[in-house]
């Protein structure tokens, strides 16, 4: 199944315009009693910009506060392309944001 989402862009932020992410899918998972891991792979689709068909990596952690009454923390989220020495960045929006940009 070949499925596609669009980048949800803030109000005015035209940088975003037409970015969709196709099979999206988890690579990784990790319950731990402190905290759980997670990563995912997607691909970009975004006919005639630099970030098209590239890969990028989701990683994603949450602070297990109490595992037995399902108590978590906050989650904490990074993004970077499935290159060698990518930059990493806190969101989906700041990765294209700076790799549209230039």
Do not use: W
């Not at 890969?55 to 989220?77: L, P």
Request: hydrophobic share 35%; charged share 25%; glycine share 6%.
């Amino acid at each position: 199944m070949n499925k596609q989402k669009t980048i949800k862009e803030p109000q005015g932020n035209a940088v975003l315009h037409g970015v969709s992410v196709r099979d999206f899918r988890m690579i990784m998972h990790m319950n731990m009693t402190k905290k759980h891991l997670s990563k995912h792979i997607g691909t970009f689709v975004c006919e005639g910009m630099p970030l098209h068909d590239k890969e990028f990596i989701k990683e994603g952690s949450v602070k297990v506060i109490d595992f037995m009454a399902g108590k978590y923390g906050k989650s904490e989220s990074t993004f970077y392309l499935n290159e060698k020495d990518s930059p990493m960045f806190d969101t989906i929006e700041a990765l294209v944001s700076h790799y549209h940009a230039r």
